[in-house]
């Protein structure tokens, strides 16, 4: 029997892309925000930073060691792990940018979420609809809906603080439990029997 494949964005999911973001926005405005002051998908939007000071900031970032030093969110690699349990995972991640991320990032999911480079999918976000597969999790909505829109597959959106009001009518969770149990439901692997006990962190 074919193996379900499940794709799965990494920041916002996987890696807690936010504070490190906070970070280089505190050393370079001197203003503190903590993540769950974060309620936008972007980062920058929700912290009041005009575009050209986020160009800056984002520009800053493009440094060696940043994306290694990235935290990954409690229960990701638990998560994954029950996932391959039932389906071929693959990970979809858009390249932040600077000429470390790309390689920085492979090493991180290998690393820390044990995946094989054959595995890893750099791609845009604005691209990420072209990638076919049985099920996508993800953060941001836009994405969710082009790639349901295209692919006819499962969209789960991964719930945040930042993403709880967008609208979407799809699967939701949030946290690994749920995703984990929500996927086994809707593929028809077990009988219902979601947890969604301590979502939205």
């Keep these: 029997m074919t193996k379900p494949r499940i794709l799965v964005d990494i920041d916002g ?36 930073i005009d575009l050209e000071t986020a160009k800056i900031i984002y520009k800053n970032m493009e440094r060696k060691g940043l994306c290694l030093e990235i935290p990954a969110y409690d229960g990701a690699r638990e998560g994954v792990e029950r996932l391959r349990e039932f389906a071929d995972v693959w990970a979809v991640t858009h390249p932040f940018g600077g000429e470390h991320w790309m390689h920085e990032r492979d090493q991180w999911l290998i690393e820390k979420m044990g995946f094989v480079k054959e595995d890893i999918l750099h791609v845009r976000s604005s691209r990420k609809f072209a990638i076919g597969g049985t099920a996508l999790v993800e953060d941001k909505v836009s994405t969710l809906k082009e790639w ?7 969209g789960v959106l991964f719930e945040r603080r930042y993403n709880i009001g967008d609208s979407w009518d799809g699967y939701r969770a949030g946290n690994w439990p749920g995703i984990v149990s929500l996927l086994l439901d809707v593929l028809g692997l077990h009988a219902p029997s979601i947890s969604l006990e301590g979502r939205i962190p």
């Design 148 to 154: 349901c829109a295209e692919q006819r597959g499962v």
């Design 13 to 48: 999911v996987f890696a807690d892309f936010i504070t490190p973001c906070l970070q280089a926005i505190y050393e370079h405005t001197g203003a503190y925000y903590e993540p769950h002051q974060v309620t936008d998908w972007d980062i920058m939007k929700s912290c009041g």
